[in-house]
């Protein structure tokens, strides 16, 4: 089921106690845009159907990276993109925006996402995978 706009902003928000909708909507595009980057096929387009969809244009449209990026290093590319910005900032941001995801998209998407991934990115997620 595809989240409506506002609810996914208003998940991002509450999460990241931002003041404004923009402040979450700006960490969302961003997230997502470096987020898009590291995920492929079938993946990413079921991912992308179950979000807004400004959002899953933005997720199917992707930053380029020339290398998937470790946990540590997409907060401090996602730094990078948020004017401002520090890495604590970031790291408060991507969590908003990925635990929004994890919920929307369910467990199971959620496994095959975190398998494209790097290993750390199921703490970006708030989900916590077993060592």
């Given at each position: 089921m595809t989240l409506r706009r506002e609810a996914f902003l208003d998940h991002?928000?509450?999460?990241?106690?931002?003041?404004?909708?923009?402040?979450?909507?700006?960490a969302a595009r961003?997230?997502?845009?470096?987020?898009g980057a590291h995920l492929v096929g079938d993946v990413r387009a079921q991912l992308a159907a179950r979000l807004p969809e400004g959002f899953?244009?933005?997720?199917?449209n992707p930053l380029h990276s020339a290398e998937p990026l470790s946990a540590e290093r997409f907060v401090r590319a996602t730094a990078a993109w948020i004017e401002g910005?520090?890495?604590?900032?970031?790291?408060w941001d991507v969590s908003a925006v990925l635990s929004t995801v994890a919920d929307a998209v369910g467990e199971d998407l959620l496994g095959q996402i975190l398998l494209q991934l790097p290993a750390g990115?199921?703490?970006l997620f708030g989900r916590p995978q077993p060592t």
């Open positions: 991002v928000s509450e999460r990241g106690e931002y003041a404004t909708l923009e402040e979450a909507e700006r961003v997230v997502l845009a470096l987020l899953a244009l933005i997720l199917l910005a520090s890495e604590q900032t970031a790291a990115y199921d703490l």
